[in-house]
């Protein structure tokens, strides 16, 4: 009896056991995408999607059901091991996992990722892994293989074909698109279940990138700006733009913060234009320097493609360009970062560890600045990408920086590590003053004629709000320390004799994006064009206030205007910016009228 069951077990065809194997598949995406779906983080579609895909999976289990066990085992592994990428992910950022998170997660490469991961973990996610893990393992042991005739097998697998392909079929039969059309339809469609969510998004990834190089190559037979004009053509210049990195202005000392950050910009804070308004208009990297190197903004954020750059700029006015880094651009790897590098004459990449390890600090790219400033050529522009205060923060100062420790003078509402990581932040702000201010000292010692900006590309959160304890960035829940950053300008004593400006109480408290940074710029050299706008500009007599658009571009209904809808939290800020932000928008209401 026993054993004619077992027969009839092994060779007839059971829907709950071909269920079982379903559902196992299913578990990797499913998961995941009921979480996005219930919580309303996205809608329903990336569900029906990992409903439809994960039946792929059941193909080679029905052709070949004596190794079943070990096909959907091997299956099973890969899904697991990509889906952990979006689950921890999710679990981290409470975000759905996206084409562009890789594009970050490259962009700031692997050693980087690692330490955000270490700054986001917590002690709940290795039981969470655990029971995840264990789930399907526990399904899996209770598959068999699944027999079936011949002809059941041919059924379910053309079904199975027709469900998984409908998108590339429904484009080529119905709709009648073009292969390249149907494809891309049937990845789109794929893309939520695993592990395509990996495929696709690196192949995007990949394409996106390879299109913005063939543009930044195109870029050099780009059309010169029209009736380029440089005031100072006939002096020898050495302008400077130094980019910070994760620098949240409400932390500096200059600013008004209560510890002492920045002493040694506060020290010449008479020889510095400070402007206590000016924002990000997102809280990436690249996604911010897309629009501050060129002319594209949170309106028209792919400009940055069709037209020259603040390199292209400075190049055609007759400077030799200079790019020095100490963001990690790994072998000149092929991101980015190294695209909008490449397009100076000259790199010097700094950061070619492969971990974050305690010696690259900022400091790093004070000699090769020296170098430079010791060339003879006539006109210089150099780059300083700095590393900033970028996570984790106590990588980023020499011990000798560690003034700020202990839980003595952080703010009561912190934890003992939040504590400590809020220290490291105010430490690394610090050394940050330091390289800064040398650079500004080095550039003032060898007495060049010219200029140097300072900003950070976005702020940073680090536990600035007891109400809501975060910190990091999120650009889906934005507070002003993401946003708010450092602006200054220090200029030689011959450079503001030939280059004058407005008083600076009249300029330092304008609302500003440095996403209009491109105008500010060519302004502070003196070069002139066709398409220069004098009212994006901060430092111009014509300046006018214009919309601080923070949000994603490329979802246009959720761009938000600061200068309608401020910061709720901007009262925690310090005080003076807190003040500073009232009469701006008193003052563009007023402008408006005139
Ligand atoms: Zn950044």
């Known amino acids: 009896m026993s054993f004619y069951s077992n027969v009839s077990d092994a060779n007839s065809f059971s829907w709950s056991n071909f269920w079982k194997h379903y559902f196992f598949f299913f578990y990797f995406s499913g998961l995941y995408q009921i979480i996005i779906f219930t919580s309303g983080i996205a809608g329903g579609t990336g569900l029906r999607q990992s409903i439809y895909m994960s039946f792929l999976w059941l193909i080679p289990v029905l052709l070949l059901p004596h190794y079943s066990k070990i096909i959907s085992g091997l299956t099973g592994l890969i899904l697991w091991t990509s889906s952990l990428m979006t689950m921890g992910y999710l679990a981290l950022y409470g975000q759905d996992f996206s084409q562009s998170v890789l594009f970050i997660m490259f962009e700031s490469n692997l050693s980087e990722s690692s330490e955000f991961l270490e700054s986001y973990f917590s002690w709940w996610m290795l039981p969470a892994l655990f029971v995840y893990t264990l789930i399907p393992v526990f399904i899996w042991k209770n598959t068999r293989p699944i027999y079936t005739s011949t002809k059941m097998r041919t059924v379910l697998i053309l079904s199975i074909c027709f469900i998984v392909g409908w998108p590339l079929l429904n484009s080529l039969a119905v709709k009648k698109s073009t ?97 206590d308004n000016v924002y990000a208009p997102r809280p990436y990297t690249i996604e911010t320097l897309e629009q501050v190197l060129t002319f594209a903004d949170q309106k028209n954020p792919n400009l ?23 963001q990690q651009t790994q072998t000149k790897r092929n991101t980015m970062l190294t695209t909008f590098s490449k397009q100076a004459d000259e790199q010097i990449y700094l950061n070619n560890n492969r971990m974050q390890d305690s010696a690259q600090y900022d400091e790093v790219v004070i000699k090769p600045f020296e170098k430079i400033l010791s060339n003879s050529e006539q006109k210089k522009f150099i780059v300083i990408h700095l590393l900033g205060t970028h996570r984790k923060y106590h990588y980023r100062y020499p011990e000798n920086y560690s003034v700020f420790n202990g839980t003595t003078d952080s703010p009561e509402w912190l934890s003992e590590n939040q504590a400590e990581e809020y220290n490291d932040y105010d430490n690394a702000i610090r050394y940050n003053d330091y390289v800064v201010e040398t650079l500004i000292r080095k550039l003032k010692d060898n007495k060049d004629n010219g200029l140097l900006t300072y900003f950070s590309d976005h702020g940073e959160e680090v536990y600035d709000d007891p109400e809501r304890l975060f910190a990091g960035r999120n650009e889906a829940a934005p507070t002003s320390s993401m946003y708010t950053v450092p602006f200054i300008i220090w200029r030689s004593d011959s450079w503001k004799k030939s280059n004058k400006l407005a008083e600076s109480r009249k300029i330092i408290n304008r609302a500003y994006s440095t996403s209009d940074f491109i105008y500010t710029w060519s302004d502070l050299a003196g070069i002139n064009f066709k398409e220069f706008d004098s009212s994006r500009s901060i430092i111009n007599p014509l300046f006018s206030q214009h919309p601080i658009w923070i949000g994603n571009p490329d979802k246009p209904k959720t761009l938000r205007d600061l200068q309608k809808q401020p910061f709720a939290d901007q009262k925690l800020s310090s005080h003076s910016v807190s003040k500073k932000i009232e009469p701006q928008k008193f003052q563009s209401h007023t402008s408006n009228g005139v």
Request: charged share 25%; hydrophobic share 35%; no cysteine.
């Open 179 to 275: 292969l390249d059309d149907a494809l891309s339809k049937q990845m789109n469609r794929m893309e939520p279940a695993a592990p395509w969510h990996l495929v696709m998004g690196y192949k995007k990834y990949k394409t996106t990138l390879a299109e913005i190089e063939k543009h930044l190559l195109a870029n050099e037979h780009l059309p010169p700006l029209e009736n380029l004009y440089d005031k100072n053509a006939k002096t020898s210049n050495t302008l400077v733009l130094v980019i910070g990195e994760s620098t949240n202005r409400q932390r500096m000392s200059l600013y008004g913060y209560n510890r002492d950050t920045t002493p040694q910009l506060k020290n010449i804070q008479d020889e510095l234009l400070i402007f």
């Open 304 to 326: 940055y493609l069709e037209k020259p750059t603040l390199i292209n700029l400075m190049k055609q006015a007759g400077y030799k360009t200079y790019w020095i880094t100490n």
